[in-house]
């Protein structure tokens, strides 16, 4: 079982659309969860990070974070073409130091 | 306010030898963490050095090797470099400031291509 899982996609959706993108992790001891988008051929770009159960908010994006399911999720509502990249889910482990990275899932939003 | 910098940007090299990568912290940050990234994979967590000592390791064999300098910034080594240990080499930076949450920041990355 890999430690973070996210579905490689592609995910497409039309412009205006809500993207969700899920991400489910194996070690109960990880206590951050971050989501990094990357656009090809850059590096990580760090949109949102989630301690605490529940959903957090910031702009057109939304975290939420279920640690009972060993869940997290990305939801972009309003998704724009500037949005299509890669997504990362990352979760760090028990020891706090160490951050495991998703594959990543591919998002492409159609204009 | 100065990001995360890295340097070369790219880099070739021939199976066998040796190579150094550098990164300098984002302004603030006292911890620095090395990552892999092959192509359409994830960043694999090489290591992470704070307060000059290596704090945590990951699956990578003893030819990776890093360092911490006083002011933060830090060097990756890869010695007997192989075809396999081309990849976009990444460092994060964050701030260690005794809790157990921080986020990281990536630097642009290096590109390593070994023929």
């Known amino acids: 079982q890999k430690e973070v899982e996210q579905n490689s996609g592609p995910l497409s959706v039309p412009e205006g659309a809500i993207a969700s993108l899920n991400c489910t992790y194996s070690d109960r001891g990880s206590q951050s969860f971050f989501w990094y988008r990357q656009y090809s051929g850059k590096s990580p770009e760090l949109i949102m990070f989630?301690?605490?159960?529940g959903d957090k908010e910031d702009g057109r994006f939304t975290a939420q974070l279920n640690k009972a399911s060993q869940y997290v999720s990305l939801l972009i509502r309003d998704s724009q073409p500037s949005d299509s990249a890669t997504y990362l889910c990352?979760?760090?482990?028990?020891?706090?130091?160490?951050?495991?990275f998703g594959a990543g899932t591919r998002l492409f939003v159609k204009a | 306010d100065a990001g995360v910098t890295q340097s070369p940007t790219h880099l070739i090299k021939t199976r066998g030898q040796q190579v150094t990568l550098r990164c300098s912290p984002k302004?603030?940050?006292?911890?620095v963490s090395w990552y892999q990234q092959a192509l359409g994979q994830g960043p694999q967590f090489i290591f992470q050095?704070?307060?000059?000592?290596?704090?945590q390791r990951g699956n990578f064999p003893d030819r990776f090797s890093g360092h911490q300098f006083p002011n933060y910034s830090s060097e990756l080594n890869v010695n007997a470099l192989l075809l396999g240990d081309s990849a976009l080499y990444l460092c994060?930076?964050?701030?260690?400031?005794?809790?157990?949450?921080?986020?990281?920041?990536f630097g642009p990355g290096t590109r390593l291509t070994v023929t």
């Open positions: 990352a979760v760090s482990d028990t020891g706090g130091f160490k951050t495991i």
């Open positions: 302004s603030g940050h006292d911890t």
């Open positions: 050095y704070y307060e000059e000592e290596e704090r």
């Open positions: 989630i301690y605490s159960n």
């Open positions: 994060a930076s964050s701030f260690e400031p005794g809790l157990f949450y921080y986020e990281q920041y």
